[in-house]
């Protein structure tokens, strides 16, 4: 064997040693990306019947939303009415409440006025005794 047999074998060596050490890594890799795939295909069988129970809970919020706009629509109709109510209520009574409350106003100003009067012919009478 002559020395450029010697160092062929020494390269074909080095060789298989390298392939083998970037095979294990390689290897990994492989194990990794089939590990992923079969994340990914779970997920994938696992959207039905996640996207089947989104769509009975969204039909069931809209069944909800349409009750609440029904009440809504209650609601503002008896708003309505009781605006109309009060509107009636204050013409009917508010009218004659308002002239009672200044025909009582009115006789107590002239009650009060005329005892304020008298009081004051009492003091001039008894200031012209006294003179």
Do not use: C
């Not at 083998?20 to 696992?46: Q, W």
């Not at 009060?112 to 006294?130: L, N, P, Q, S, T």
């Amino acid at each position: 064997m002559s020395g450029g047999a010697i160092a062929a074998l020494i390269a074909a060596g080095a060789f298989v040693l390298l392939v083998l050490l970037l095979a294990i890594p390689l290897l990994k890799l492989g194990r990794v990306l089939d590990e992923a795939t079969l994340a990914i295909r779970t997920t994938h069988e696992g959207m039905g019947p996640l996207l089947t129970d989104a769509k009975g809970t969204l039909g069931q919020v809209n069944s909800q939303l349409d009750q609440v706009e029904g009440i809504a629509r209650n609601v503002n109709s008896m708003t309505t009415n009781v605006a109309a109510l009060t509107s009636v209520v204050s013409s009917t009574l508010g009218s004659p409440l308002i002239k009672v409350a200044a025909f009582s106003y009115g006789v107590r100003k002239t009650v009060a006025d005329r005892r304020d009067a008298e009081i004051v012919r009492d003091a001039r009478k008894k200031r012209r005794v006294k003179r």
